[in-house]
């Protein structure tokens, strides 16, 4: 269950939110590439097994799951960094927005 966090009694920490929008972002990213990768390990065992075989076919069911999953998350990605985007730009002058800004410049090099 998600951890309820009580506003009444403590002040909005601007920099934990930029901290956990790009956390969340950058999950979304690291489950796409880890079904990418698991990808190749199916692939390669589809290429080594005879053609029609248990294992090729499995290989195949394994190639064909990561993909779709991968595909979900690259999307779900790119969803959720266009909300986290557009939110951030409905505040030109807030706060979160410059934190925001600095947060993804000094992530640009890395």
């Known amino acids: 269950m998600p951890e309820k966090i009580d506003t009444t009694t403590e002040p909005i920490d601007l ?29 390669a065992i589809r290429a080594a097994a005879p053609a029609g075989s248990l294992p090729a076919r499995l290989a195949q069911l394994g190639v064909n799951n990561c993909e779709t999953h991968e595909s979900d998350f690259t999307e779900w990605m790119e969803d959720y960094g266009a909300h986290a985007e557009s939110y951030s730009a409905a505040l030109p002058n ?14 640009g090099d890395a």
């Open 94 to 107: 807030h706060p979160f927005r410059r934190l925001h800004g600095a947060e993804d410049s000094s992530q």
């Open 15 to 43: 920099k934990d939110i930029v901290f956990r929008v790009d956390k969340a972002s950058g999950l979304f990213a690291h489950a796409a590439q880890s079904f990418a990768d698991m990808c190749a390990i199916f692939e």
